[in-house]
Each structure stands twice: as C-alpha cells, then as structure tokens.
C-alpha cells in the first residue's frame, strides 16, 4: 500500500510527512530474501571453501619460499607466521598444479557466494546502538578483520591474476598477512556463529519468502521473532530464498566453469573466458604451450641468447663456464612435467629434455649424494626474475632439469632458449627461463 500523500488531493489535516527510514532502522531493508537461514546456508559454505582456499594458499607460499624475513623467513629461527613451512616436495609431481589450481579456481568461484554472504548480513552493520557490551564490541572488530580480510584478499587476488602482478614483489607479503588477519576474523566469527547456523540449518526446511510468506515464513525455534535477520516488512517477493541460493550458485559455477579451464591447454582453456592477459595463441609445434612472458615483453634478445651464451657453475669446484655445445655433450634425461603457475594456470605434461641439476652439481664439486640448494641466475634484466633459488631436495631429485630441449625441439627463446630450469611440483615461477648462472650451495 502506499501512503505517501497524494498530489491532486491534499490531505485536510497538517501532514506530519513520514520521515524517510534510515539504513539503521531495520524497516529500511526490505527484501524478504534476507533471514537467518539464508545466511546460515552460505556461511556454512564459506566456513568450508574458504578454510581450503586459506589452507592452499598456505602451502603455495611453502612451496614459493617467498623468505618473508624476519616475520616469516624459512630459517630456523623463523618468524612465528612460518611455523608451518616446511620443504616442498617434488612428490607427486603434480603437486602444486593441484593445491594453485584448487586455490585459485575455488577462490574466484566463491566470490559471488562471498558477496551474497555480505548482502544477507547488511543490516547488521547498520544495527545501532553500534556496540552494546563488551563481548559485542569484540565480535565487531572480528568482523572487521573477517569482511575487511576477506575483500583484501579476493580484491588483491584477482588484481594480481588479471594484471600481471599490480604488485610485483609486494603482493606476496600483502596476500601473506592479509589471509592471517582474515582468518583470525574467520575463525572468531565461526565460533561465535555456528552454533546458530546450524540450529537454523536443522530447524527445518529452507521456507521460501514465497508469495504471500514474508517475515514469518522462516519458522525458527522461537518462532518468527528470533529471525533477527528476516525484514520486519518485507517487500513482496520476487523470487523465493531458494531461488535466491541458487542464482547464487549459477554465480559461482559460472566462475568455476569459466576459470577451471586455466588448469589445462587445448581445447579446455578456451573455456577459460575470464581468463587474464597472455593468451595470445603460443603457436602449434613442440613450443606450442602456454607462455607466462615473453622474451620480447621482458627485454631478452635472441642475439644475447645464442653463440656467446655461457653457463657459469659455481661451487666448490671453482667457476666453470660451459657453452651449449658442451651441455648437450652431457648425459641427457627426459622429464614429463606440467608448468604450474602461481596465477592457477597450468599446462599439461611437456616433455623436456637436459642435464639433471645434481649432475651440474657434482661436476661444480658437490657431492653426489648430497647436493646443496642451487642459486639461479637469469640473464633477463628487466623485472623481477632475475634470481631464484631451488633447495637440496629439489636439486637432488632426478626429475630436475636445467632443460635445453622440449617435446623433441629446442627450447624457444619465448620458453627460456638456451636453458632453463624444470623441477617436480615446483611453483612455475622457480622454472627460471633464460639461465646464464648455476651457484651450488649459493643459497
Ligand atoms: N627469466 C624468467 N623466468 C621465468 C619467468 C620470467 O618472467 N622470467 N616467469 C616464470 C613464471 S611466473 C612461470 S609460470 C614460468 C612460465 O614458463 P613458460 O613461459 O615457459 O610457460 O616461467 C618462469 N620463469
Ligand atoms: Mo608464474
């Protein structure tokens, strides 16, 4: 009904005018959608997609080695943020595609349920009088670092697949922290809310604001009035909560199925619509695979890359230079391995060829049974990836290449031509393209 005052019949006594409702006044949000169920149903997914999100996150950032010194290094004495990493292992060999794909591809695909959460909950940031005791004032500022976190990092997340690292270099220490202070609102958040979430859960069916339902249709164990969360004067629906869950759910699955497809190549990345920069077409051919960054987008010459090219091996043998002629003369072994990236793309198996990184090892003077970590140098100037570095495990694992070929060919400049490295499990980013410098025992 409408009770604004007419324009053609002024009403006979002096109107006292309605005062417009404020965002505080819970009769200003009027969707009959909203209610303690419907919130109950998307936070239970939350509580499960976003532990996994948080917990593959961590293990990329075991496997990245990021030395987040000195809050988080990987030393002994590190930081009390790393008290979990440990050393990656190169079993199985598809490991980080696994855990980066999962994280990236449920993370984007949870953020229509994220916003949904949010939406369910608006009037709650409205509520007034804003802090009523103590133990409320505490269970905001754990919303703040639940909603604040959360956004910080679906929104750094995003920026950082879809635009070629906004933040190079600091985008991994902002990831770090913004996911433990998320989860410290999280974990607050969950333990005061379950228990309320799932006696709204068990306490019967999903009813729907369906025509003619409103507020009361939600029967909680108290009977309407405990349904803190559902309009005092709902709207007419338009759409039932059901319904409602499940656009939120076509939401997601749209962003699963137009993401899931990073994780491979052929025909199945083309499915990746929302798929960010560099996908212009690689080519056919043994090079013909997903390339991360060009060697022309990054300043390597192929003129850099050809008879002058030498590879310098340091260790306690001294300073070794080999050209490519004389790595070829070295025994040479195949590896079947997947580029995975840190962005949750992948490629599939490639067939690379080379010299096994421990061999580089012993012949710098390092023992066969127990190479130390390796320190790599790329001849790439411009951008961050200049140096990485591989631990002990990594190098002494048989599968681990400084390849020169691939799938039959040489390498192409754009995939790292004349060598680069090739590890099991290993975060694309330690695949260092264009080497110019092996250092055992450097790192
Ligand atoms: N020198 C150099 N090496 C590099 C990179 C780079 O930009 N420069 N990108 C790294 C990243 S992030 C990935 S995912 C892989 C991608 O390898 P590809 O381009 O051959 O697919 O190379 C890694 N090695
Ligand atoms: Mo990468």
Not at 37 to 60: D, I, N, P, Q, W
Not at 162 to 184: N, T
Not at 189 to 203: E, F, N, Q, T, V
Not at 310 to 324: D, N
Request: net charge positive.
């Amino acid at each position: 009904m409408d009770h604004r005052p007419s324009l053609s019949e002024p009403p006979k006594s002096p109107p006292s005018p309605p005062l417009p409702p404020l965002p505080t006044d819970p009769g200003f949000w009027r969707s009959p959608v909203r209610g303690v169920r419907f919130t109950a149903v998307l936070g239970l997914v939350l509580l499960v997609g976003l532990t996994l999100v948080f917990v593959t996150g961590l293990l990329s950032y075991a496997a990245y080695n990021p030395d987040l010194a000195p809050v988080n290094d990987k030393t002994p004495d590190r930081g009390w943020l790393g008290f979990y990493l440990f050393d990656w292992p190169t079993d199985p060999y598809w490991l980080y595609r696994l855990t980066q794909g999962f994280h990236v591809t449920v993370g984007i695909a949870l953020i229509p349920v994220v916003l949904a959460k949010l939406w369910s909950v608006i009037p709650r940031f409205f509520a007034l009088p804003p802090v009523r005791s103590l133990a409320h004032a505490l269970e905001r500022i754990s919303l703040l670092l639940l909603v604040g976190g959360v956004l910080f990092e679906l929104i750094t997340g995003v920026l950082n697949i879809q635009l070629e690292y906004l933040f190079p270099g600091s985008f991994y220490p902002l990831h770090f922290y913004g996911a433990w202070v998320f989860f410290a609102g999280f974990v607050a958040h969950a333990a005061l809310k379950l228990p309320k979430a799932l006696a709204a859960i068990r306490s019967g069916e999903l009813r729907s604001a369906r025509p003619g339902g409103g507020a009361g249709a939600y029967r909680a164990p108290g009977g309407p009035a405990d349904d803190d969360l559902a309009s005092p004067r709902p709207a007419a629906p338009t759409v039932s909560r059901r319904g409602a869950l499940a656009v939120v759910g076509a939401g997601s699955l749209f962003m699963l199925l137009t993401t899931a497809g990073r994780s491979f190549d052929g025909p199945l990345r083309r499915t990746a619509l929302l798929a960010p920069h560099g996908w212009e077409d690689p080519g056919s051919g043994p090079n013909g695979f997903q390339i991360n960054k060009t060697a022309a987008s990054v300043g390597v010459r192929a003129a850099e890359t050809t008879d002058a090219w030498r590879l310098t091996l340091g260790g306690p043998a001294g300073e070794i230079r080999l050209s490519r002629a004389q790595l070829l003369a070295m025994s040479q072994h195949t590896s079947e391995l997947p580029i995975a990236c840190v962005e949750g793309w992948a490629t599939s198996n490639q067939s690379w060829r080379g010299v096994r990184l421990r061999d580089l090892a012993v012949l710098a003077g390092c023992p066969a049974d127990s190479p130390p970590g390796v320190f790599v140098e790329s001849l790439q100037r411009r951008g961050s990836f200049r140096t990485g570095a591989l631990r002990d495990n990594q190098v002494r694992d048989g599968r681990s290449l400084l390849a020169l070929q691939v799938n039959g060919a040489d390498l192409s400049l754009d995939h790292g031509f004349p060598a680069r490295i090739i590890v099991p499990a290993a975060p694309g980013v330690l695949n260092t393209k264009w080497v110019t410098a092996l250092t055992f025992g450097g790192v």
